[in-house]
C-alpha cells in the first residue's frame, strides 16, 4: 500500500525553482513547480520533515479533496461531502482559511472562509445537534479553501502560522525582510558556506540568522514553539522525534565568517537579540558601524547580501545614497559578490556598476530587483 500522498508548499513569487530543489535535496517525489507553489509527494515522515527543515516554504497544505464548483451552493454541497469527524472531534476547535481565483466567485476571500466555516458548522450540527468553536489563532484544525476558476481543493493546513515565522525573531525594525525571502535570496547567491559572509547594513540581522543557518545546515524551523500537524489525532511524536534528530545529525561547520553592520545602535541590539533567540551568537558577529565608512574585513572571496533602503521604507535621497554604496563596494570591497534586493530601479541606475543578474523577486506587495555586481580584486572592476 503506497503511503504518500500529494502536498502543496505555497511561496513567494520568484522561489518557485529554489523551493523545488530544496524538496529534490529533502526526497521528495513527483515535484512538480507551480505558480507561488510546488507539489510533491510524500509520506507523514516527510511531511513533518518538509515543514521543519524547508526554507522558502510558506505553508505545507494536504489536499483532502477537489470538488467542481460555480456556485456557493456548490461550495457548500462539497465541502459538507467532507468526514470531518475523521479530522476534528465535536469538542474541537477549527478555522479557515481562503483563496480565490475565480470569475464565479465575485466575493472575496474572507467571505468565502466563513461561507466554508458555517458549511463545516452545519455538517457537525446536522450529525451531532453541536458543532465545534471556532478559533482563529490557535485551533486543533486549521483548514485551507483554495478556489482556481471552478476548482475547489479543501487541504488541510499542516503548518498552521506561515512558516516564515521561525520562532526566533521578537525585534524588528522598520520594513524588516522575511525569513522566507531573506533564506531565498541566499539560496538563489548560491552561498553555502564556503566563503564569508556580510550584510552591512544588517537590520534586525534576518538575513545573517538564515545565512547562518544555511552555512550550517541547520533546520529552518527549529526554533518554531510548534506546527498544526502536532494537534491532529494521528500524530506520531516519536516519529517526529526521529526525523527531527535526523536532521540536526547533519549540522556541520564552517571556518569562514558571517559578519554583520548597521549605524543604529538599536538596529544592533536588535539583530544581536534575535542572534540569540537563534542559538547563532557563536556563528555571527554584529558591530555597530557605517558601511560607507568600511572596508573589507576579510581576506579572500566574500559575498555581501542586504536590503538597503527603498521604497517607504525610510526616506532617504535616492541616487547619492546608491551612488554612495557603488564607491564604497569599488573602492574598499574587492574580490567579492554583491548582493541586493530593491524596489527602486531608478536608484540602481546610480550604482555606478553593471549587474551580472537581476532576478525579480516580491517584497511583501513591492516589485524588486534582486541584483548581483561582481567585484574583482586589483583593477578589474566592472562599472559602466
Request: overall charge positive.
Amino acid at each position: 500500500m503506497d503511503v504518500n500522498y500529494t502536498m502543496l508548499a505555497t511561496t513567494s513569487f520568484g522561489l518557485e525553482k529554489v523551493l523545488a530543489d530544496e524538496l529534490q535535496n529533502l526526497g521528495a517525489q513527483h515535484i512538480v513547480e507551480g505558480v507561488r507553489n510546488v507539489s510533491f509527494r510524500g509520506d507523514d515522515g516527510f511531511m513533518y520533515k518538509a515543514n521543519l527543515a524547508l526554507r522558502t516554504a510558506i505553508r505545507i497544505l494536504k489536499p483532502l479533496q477537489t470538488f467542481k464548483v460555480a456556485t456557493e451552493a456548490d461550495l457548500v454541497k462539497a465541502i459538507q461531502k467532507i468526514e470531518w469527524e475523521k479530522y476534528l472531534k465535536v469538542e474541537g476547535t477549527f478555522a479557515i482559511n481562503a483563496v480565490v481565483n475565480s470569475k464565479y466567485f465575485t466575493t472575496n476571500s474572507h467571505y468565502i472562509a466563513l461561507k466554508s466555516k458555517d458549511a463545516v458548522a452545519d455538517y457537525y450540527r446536522h450529525k451531532y445537534h453541536r458543532r465545534p468553536n471556532v478559533d482563529v489563532k490557535n485551533p486543533d484544525l486549521k483548514i485551507h479553501i483554495h478556489i482556481q476558476h471552478h476548482q475547489l481543493t479543501v487541504s488541510l493546513d499542516t503548518s498552521g502560522d506561515s512558516l516564515h515565522k521561525r520562532g526566533y525573531r521578537t525585534a524588528t525594525n522598520i520594513a524588516p525582510i522575511n525569513e522566507v525571502l531573506a533564506a531565498g535570496m541566499v539560496l538563489l547567491s548560491g552561498y553555502n558556506g564556503s566563503s564569508h559572509f556580510i550584510d552591512p547594513m544588517c537590520g534586525s540581522g534576518t538575513i545573517l540568522i538564515e545565512a547562518a543557518m544555511i552555512a550550517h545546515n541547520i533546520p529552518a524551523n527549529i526554533n518554531r514553539k510548534g506546527f498544526a500537524f502536532e494537534k491532529w489525532a494521528d500524530f506520531d511524536q516519536n516519529l517526529f522525534d526521529v526525523i527531527k534528530n535526523s536532521l540536526l545529525k547533519k549540522v556541520r561547520n564552517t571556518s569562514f565568517k558571517i559578519i554583520g553592520y548597521d549605524k543604529a545602535p538599536s538596529a544592533v541590539q536588535k539583530a544581536k537579540d534575535n542572534i540569540e533567540n537563534a542559538n547563532l551568537e557563536s556563528f555571527i558577529t554584529i558591530e555597530q558601524c557605517n558601511f560607507f565608512e568600511t572596508e573589507k574585513p576579510v581576506e579572500g572571496p566574500t559575498t555581501i547580501m542586504f536590503n538597503p533602503p527603498y521604497g517607504e521604507r525610510l526616506q532617504i535621497e535616492t541616487a547619492p545614497f546608491y551612488k554612495k554604496i557603488g564607491d564604497t563596494l569599488k573602492n574598499s570591497y574587492p574580490d567579492t559578490t554583491v548582493w541586493f534586493i530593491t524596489s527602486d530601479l531608478e536608484g540602481l541606475k546610480h550604482v555606478g556598476l553593471r549587474t551580472s543578474k537581476r532576478i525579480p523577486l516580491k517584497n511583501g506587495d513591492l516589485d524588486c530587483k534582486f541584483v548581483r555586481y561582481d567585484m574583482y580584486a586589483g583593477s578589474k572592476k566592472l562599472s559602466n
